[in-house]
């Protein structure tokens, strides 16, 4: 539980500053500013008072309880002020002190040291090197923060790992005069940690919605397991930058504990349903949506405009969206026909004209309401001077309060006038998300029934195929490591592959010339001829595969010349195999992710994987619908079907295949990277042709 | 020259309103407002006074000169109104009425004759269904419009299709505090066009960047000649909306003269350097910078901040963008050192950290104006509370009034706190573009960036190949089209191909088996024989194509088999060619646009062009760079150059191929489709080995 953190009855702060530019002196004004209910208690043996409270030389001095301690002195001494704290009975301390991890090995050293003073007493730390939190809650007003804005109470929860952006979200939110609920950044994070926060917020009944920002998390998998819950109940939106391989050098730089573009995390937010922004300023648009609408049952929207261009925009946003602006049933038609004015436009949008008055959009707005096909409505309200724009604003007001179907309204005005500012005041009053053009309208709204997509949205369960063989391929797997080879022979590849039920081409492996022509004239022929041998990762680039051998005159002149060719590397295997010729060429692939689990990778093979990167990562356990989005997800995923007259490939084979990829992965963690490349798919039936697997082992 | 209209002398208003909620009587209000310096004389027979003006009860009263007239009367009484303004003398008309050509037939007959009557006296008509124009030259403080937003003076001019949209971009620009030079906005515009507006923005020296809101162009060709000009002077800033399906028909409806989507508006955008914004937001915060900043020499950029998330989210937009986020030169680094606070990362963002103050901040940004790696400058500047920011706020706006290098500024704050009003005001008063978070201020300065590019870009002049023989071509065109033939013959698309020196494979057409056979040893096997009908338009589908034929007993065989199963279709025609496999298979196109052209396609054919529909479009004619421009451009581009040891085709032969094709285009306009499908590419060759052309025939 955070409520000593988030929920506390007094805070003292350690470093009160009577220097007015200093960040202990900053916080205790803000606490006074901004009306905290608790005590404050000052820290500050050099000063009886500070911002006119009474100072204390130490902890120990402080007369009441204390939940709550900001440490705001040079790094050195924290150690030390938390044993202090902890004698004192305080059960959270938010460090804003900058000077740990983030400053190389000495840094580091102090943090364990405070770290294990905490643990002794059992203290929940934030930060170091952080902001603090806020909790808005007018009976308790907590500002144990040293930023500048004072956002009103609301229901948009923040929690954000970079302080700059953490302030600039709460500051849009206040701009947009959103209220807000908790606030969090807590810097390097050294023990309570943003999943910890989202579960809180998750279970805060207060919090409506979540907005996050990250840069990656040091534990995704937390992160993933807890966020999964929270999605379930309430949005989160989230950013996370350093996308480009700069911006996550700046992001490296700046936290000192990430490192390399990452896509695991857009990962785990599509898998968990998290809404992924990537602009700051249209997550935090969004959000006001959600702080008041209901979440869309559908994605098909009814536009009211009394505007014609703001419209096509909105209407091209929408459909980047993935809304649809369907055809208005007749009975809608008829009824629009008797209250809209001669030159109104009667399709969606519904063009009410700019001389339209409330009457008018109210009479379209009930249409909307009562029409089946209208899942929600997206309106344009441009204050037309030659209209009553208050009564406009109060119909709006009157269709929002009856919460039928989720609205946001394009609000284009001048509001330097006093005339339209009383309609805006009136949109406010009424809590309809207004925003100041189209496209910033129609993104909200986009965001909403995303949201209701992912509500409605169920990747099932992962399967469990009962007839793998779990145990040989961790003997297998075992013997690997004992003997210290990273990258597994093909007897091996093959063998875990076949635990899996994995389907591959008939195969088998021999050691010299012979037992090839035997191995071949048994399997069949046409067949592939592969060297096998540790000191060679890339054969085919090496000259070591041999495709389409039709005899044992055929195999015996490649094996020969082969062995004299690459003999020089090692001792050398084969790997004979049945040639299947006229498939479609597929990929599919794996990786290990730190503190994560595996990736799994799906695409077309050969150019369109080197040329197009046409491939659809998810993240292991993979269900059977995640699978089957792989497939439907690669740009070219009408050649899987066929196209010109073939004929298409055995798609569910390919998606059993994927999940027993996926199972085999989370059994057998020590896989670091595994290839199933390619993989030959034909109408009835799918073989992995050739496989690699490379283990962790530990030293 | 479109004085009268933009710069009136008087102003005459027929249909002049006492009522309050009229555009009659807003138009003269706004006017009033303006402190419009010309004369202002209401029309209304019914009373004396408008807005406490004398009003008149015809044009004809009225007993100054009048070079400008108003228009709001119903539209059964403009042409007498436009007749009455010719008589008075008149030079320019804003009708603001609708009722025209957006509703039905009567409404085009009147806009007919009132376009009669205007051009009897030579006046030039706006409108109508139009909102009007503004000047904000404080000498005249013309607002001719019933909008509510009134712009301060400035150096942005603006020009938009829907009055909705031109207003709304008014509004934003105004909210940003930025000054604006001319508005207009001319509905149905049946006389002054979008291109003429343009080209009197250019021609104007006070403006200085123009925004362009479109749905489309009636005439896209006049709107490319004019344009073209005016962005080699000054940079436009355009959105064209309608870019989905849906949104097109949004547009359709309520212009009622445009339909479909249209990819032309954006490809004469990419040819004549117009830059392109999907977002309106966006384009009006890129306007801001264009307002203020010189153009960027290069796209490398140094970031300067004073808090490390905004950094990353910025680097990620301004890579998005194609910037440059270069390391620093090492005497930069050492400068650096110098001046900066120990904790500070001296990279490139280089972050000052929280506490750095007017003398860091300059310090580093004189670092960066010094460092010849950087061509801009992006700055995060979030009002730390324990800092002077008043300071670095005057330290940005003298660098930023060196005008040595753009800068954009993200400015992170609470402007509802008096402290930092101040430090905005400072920003503002030195016309340092700032933004309200670091995505937008990013895509501000990548479109400065974007712009600089267009500067530097020469796409050169269209070649003229002489050896091409036209005469032949227009011949052939000739004599189908007289003999209604739309879809040409083998024979004459051959024959076209030739004349204009694009090279296909060696070819003979035959009509019955024994001249097959015999064309097909003269050219040498193996051969492709294809049936040549007019009734058989996909020749391929129907099963009249038989490639790879190796000698004359199998050519004597298909011929026969084609004439049997096809001969009902009518007289087989038969087109025999050397079979070339092996090659890359190309695909070019062209398709006829209304009122502009031809635009050429290039693109990889078979499933490349059908599933991944990766193409390329320019508008003919074609010159040499953009030509590459479209081989550069597909998304497998790769492929062209070899994969997998393959040796790449020879893409000098394409480009001339492109403008050969691009040249026929030109000289033959009657031709509304073109395919070269496939031309065939090899290292050091390319043949067009299947062609088709379809032209217009008038009836």
Known sequence: MLDALFKPKAVALVGASTKELSIGNVIIRNLLTYGYKGEIYPVNAKADKVCGLKSYATIADIPGEVDLAHIIIPSQFVPQAIEECGQKGVKAVIINSAGFSEMGDE????????LANARKYGIRLFGPNCQGIINSDPELNAYCNFTFTFPKPGSISVVALSGGVGALIMQVLDDLDIGQRFYASNGNACDVSIPEIIEYYGDDEATKAIILYTEGFDKPREFLEVARKVTAKKPILAMKAGRTEEGAKAASSHTGSLAGVDIATELIFEKIGVLSFHDEGEMVRAAMAFSSQPIPAGNRVGIITNTGGPAVIATDVLIDFDLEVP????????????????QAALENPIDVVATAGGPQFRAA???????????CIYINFVTAPFTDTDAVA??????NRQRRKPMVCNFMTNMKLERYQKTMAILKEGEVPYYANPGDAARAL????????IQQRDIGQEHYFNNADATRAAAIIHEASQSGREVLSALEVYGIFEAYGIPVAPWNVATDVEQVVAAASEIGYPVVVKVDCAEIDHKSDMGGVAINLKNDVEV???VTEMQDRLGHFGELGFLVQKFLPGGRELIIGASAERELGHLVMFGLGGIYVEVLKDVIFKIAPVTAVEAAEML??????????????ETGIDKEAIIELIQRVSQLLCDLPMIMEMDLNPVMAFAD???????????????
Chains 1, 2 share one sequence.
């Not at 055809?327 to 001669?342: D, G, H, N, W, Y």
């Not at 707005?365 to 899942?375: E, G, N």
């Open 632 to 645: 439907a997800g690669i740009k070219t995923a009408a050649l899987l079907d066929g196209v010109r007259g």
């Open 327 to 342: 055809k208005l049933c007749e009975a809608s038609i008829a009824r629009l026909q008797e209250t809209q004015f001669p």
């Open 365 to 375: 707005l009930d249409v909307l309401l009562d029409d089946d096909q209208i899942d």
């Open 446 to 453: 986009g965001a909403l029934v995303q949201y209701g997509r």
């Open 685 to 699: 039936e799918v073989f992995a042709v050739d496989g690699r697997i490379r283990i962790h082992i530990d030293n």
């Open 556 to 558: 015996l002149n490649t």
């Open 394 to 399: 109060r119909e709006i007001v009157e269709v």
């Open 107 to 114: 840094g580091v050293k102090l943090q364990e040291e405070f």
